[in-house]
């Protein structure tokens, strides 16, 4: 079990970039760690994730717009987003993922407003 602590979020225009940062307390070499959104009323949705061996997957809407990566040496994943719109809304939540354990970051705001 780790730690996962978010940053990065905050306000930005239509079209602009955000880069999210999720600290782990612990050793995520060998966790699949993911990035989820909810929106108010919305479930918790798939964003991205990287495994342990650098492969990504990204949710349909994201659209090449997002990247994630990860640095085990820092413990760190981030995940770039770019070309925002206001339908990306939402608190971003870190997940770190090893066989059927999760552990959940607090998550962090996105508002995306001109």
């Known amino acids: 079990q780790v730690q996962l602590v978010e940053s990065g979020g905050g306000l930005v225009e239509p079209g602009g970039s955000l880069r999210l940062s999720c600290v782990a307390s612990?050793?995520?070499?060998?966790?699949?760690m993911g990035w989820y959104r909810q929106a108010p009323g919305n479930q918790r949705e798939f964003v991205a994730e990287i495994n342990s061996g650098g492969i990504t997957s990204y949710g349909d809407f994201v659209k090449g717009r997002f990247i994630t990566s990860r640095d085990n040496a820092k413990k760190t994943v981030h995940l770039q987003m770019s070309d925002l719109y206001s339908g990306n809304t939402a608190v971003y939540f870190c997940n770190a993922r090893f066989l059927f354990f999760h552990d959940w970051g607090q998550g962090t705001q996105v508002t995306v407003s001109s």
């Open positions: 612990g050793s995520i070499s060998d966790k699949a």
